[in-house]
C-alpha cells in the first residue's frame, strides 16, 4: 500500500434499512467520495409504517453483493486497489448488521486486507468531511476538521450533543431522555396520516402553504427542556401533545392547511429546543467546530436556523452541515471514519487489523463515548 499517496477505502453500511457501499479516497487531511451505492428498501418497510428487522436483514442479504460490485464498479477499482475495508458494527437492528459484519469479514479473510469496525454515529459525523460531489455548490466545501468539535447527532435512533477533543475521543454532553427527534418525526407524520419517513413528509408539508394560523387559530405546541439548565433533551412531550391535538380534530385530518399548520408547528418546536441546546453547549465548550449529523440534518430548516443563530452568536466558530447526499446512512461517511482512525493507528494495531476478522462482532447496542 502506498501511504505517502493516498489510502483506498471500501466501506460498507447495513444498520437499518439502506444497503450502502461506497469506495473512498483518503489523502492528507481529505476524503473524497469515488462511488457511494445506496439501495434504500424505504417501499418495502413504507407499507408497515416502519423497518421490519427481518424483512430488512432478508433484503440485504440479497442486495449486498450487487451493491459493492456497484461501487468498485462506478469507482472503476478492483480489490487490489483497496487498502482498507471498514464496516458499521453497532448500533443498529442486529440482523441487520450481521449481514453487513459478516460480508466484510469474508472479503478481509478472502483479500487478506484490514477490517476495521465503526459506530453508526461517528460515521455521520465525519460525513461533515466528505468532499461534496464534484460540481455540486451546496456544500460549503470547506473540509478541514477543527477541534474541539461539537456535534448534534440528530437520527431515527439518537439525539445527543457530542463533544470531540480529537478523532476518536468523544463525550456524551447532552442526550435525549426518551424518543429521538427523528423518531418523534416519524410517530408525528404516523399521527397526521403522512407515511413513513416522516421527516421528509413533514418538512415538506410545514414548507408548503400559508405560514401561521389555520381555521383553529394559532397551534402551539411545548417546547419541553428548551429553559432547563443542562443539555438534555425530551421529544416524547411534544409527540404527545399532537395526538391530543390530532384526537380532539379528528374531522380536520382531511385539511390540508390544518396539517400544513400542525406539521409547521412540530417542526418549529423541535428546532427551537435543538438551536437552543446547541447554542448553549457552544457557550459551554466553545468548540472551534460546530457540525450536524444524521438523517435530521437532511432538515432545511434545522440547517438554516442553527446556522443563523451560530453566526449571530458565534461568530467564531466554524459551522458544518454534510452535504444531502451524505445525511441519510450510506456508507462513504463509514469510509471516512476509517480513513481518520488509520490514520492514527500504530504499525502494530495495523498490522493486526488484517487479523481483525476473526473477532470483529456487530453489536445493536455499541457505545461511542463515556456519557458525562
Ligand atoms: O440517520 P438516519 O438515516 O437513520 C438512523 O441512523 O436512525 O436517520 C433517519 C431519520 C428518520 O427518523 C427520518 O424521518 C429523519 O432521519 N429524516 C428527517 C429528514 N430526512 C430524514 N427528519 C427531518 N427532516 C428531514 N428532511
Ligand atoms: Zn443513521
Redesign the pocket.
Known amino acids: 500500500m502506498n501511504r505517502a499517496e493516498h489510502l483506498t477505502i471500501l466501506a460498507i453500511e447495513t444498520?437499518?434499512?439502506?444497503t450502502a457501499a461506497a469506495i473512498v479516497r483518503g489523502r492528507d487531511e481529505t476524503v473524497e467520495t469515488l462511488s457511494n451505492v445506496v439501495s434504500s428498501q424505504i417501499p418495502l418497510h413504507a407499507q408497515y409504517g416502519g423497518v421490519v428487522p427481518n424483512l430488512a436483514a432478508r433484503e440485504h442479504v440479497a442486495n449486498i453483493l450487487p451493491v459493492v460490485s456497484q461501487a468498485l464498479r462506478e469507482a472503476n477499482v478492483d480489490p487490489d486497489d483497496i487498502d482498507l475495508l471498514a464496516v458499521t458494527n453497532g448500533p443498529?437492528l442486529i440482523p441487520a448488521l450481521l449481514v453487513g459484519t459478516d460480508t466484510m469479514k469474508t472479503l478481509s479473510w478472502l483479500w487478506k486486507k484490514p477490517l476495521v469496525g465503526i459506530h453508526?454515529?461517528e460515521g455521520?459525523i465525519y460525513a461533515n468531511f466528505l468532499v461534496p460531489p464534484s460540481g455540486d455548490t451546496k456544500a460549503s466545501g470547506d473540509t478541514e476538521i477543527r477541534f474541539p468539535l461539537l456535534a448534534l447527532v440528530?437520527?431515527?435512533?439518537?439525539t445527543q450533543l457530542m463533544l470531540a477533543r480529537s478523532h476518536g475521543e468523544y463525550e456524551i454532553v447532552g442526550q435525549t431522555r426518551d424518543d429521538?427527534?427523528?423518531?418523534a418525526?416519524?410517530k408525528t407524520?404516523r399521527l397526521l396520516g403522512l407515511g413513513?419517513?416522516?421527516?421528509?413528509?413533514?418538512?415538506?408539508r410545514a414548507s408548503s402553504g400559508e405560514a401561521g394560523a389555520s381555521a383553529l387559530g394559532p397551534i402551539r405546541l411545548p417546547r419541553p427542556m428548551i429553559h432547563s439548565k443542562d443539555l438534555d433533551f425530551s421529544f416524547s412531550g411534544i409527540k404527545t401533545a399532537v395526538l391530543t391535538l390530532v384526537k380532539k380534530n379528528k374531522d380536520k385530518l382531511s385539511e390540508m392547511a390544518f396539517v400544513d399548520a400542525v406539521a409547521r408547528e412540530f417542526?418549529n418546536a423541535?428546532v427551537e429546543v435543538l438551536v437552543s441546546k446547541t447554542l448553549r453547549a457552544a457557550g459551554m465548550f466553545a468548540p472551534k467546530c460546530v457540525v450536524l449529523?444524521?438523517?435530521?440534518?437532511?432538515?432545511?430548516?434545522?440547517r438554516r436556523r442553527l446556522g443563523e443563530k451560530l453566526a449571530e452568536t458565534h461568530p467564531e466558530i466554524a459551522y458544518r452541515v454534510p452535504h444531502p447526499a451524505f445525511?441519510?446512512?450510506n456508507a462513504s461517511m463509514i469510509a471516512a471514519a476509517a480513513y481518520f482512525r488509520w490514520n492514527n493507528m500504530s504499525d502494530r494495531q495495523r498490522s493486526s487489523s488484517v487479523d481483525s476478522w476473526k473477532n470483529l462482532r456487530a453489536d445493536s447496542n455499541l457505545k461511542l463515548a463515556k456519557e458525562s
Open positions: 444498520s437499518c434499512d439502506e443498529g453508526h454515529i455521520h440528530v437520527s431515527g435512533g439518537h429521538a427527534v427523528g423518531e418525526f416519524d407524520a413513513y419517513p416522516g421527516g421528509p413528509a413533514i418538512a415538506k417542526q423541535c449529523a444524521g438523517g435530521v440534518s437532511a432538515n432545511e430548516e434545522l445525511c441519510i446512512d
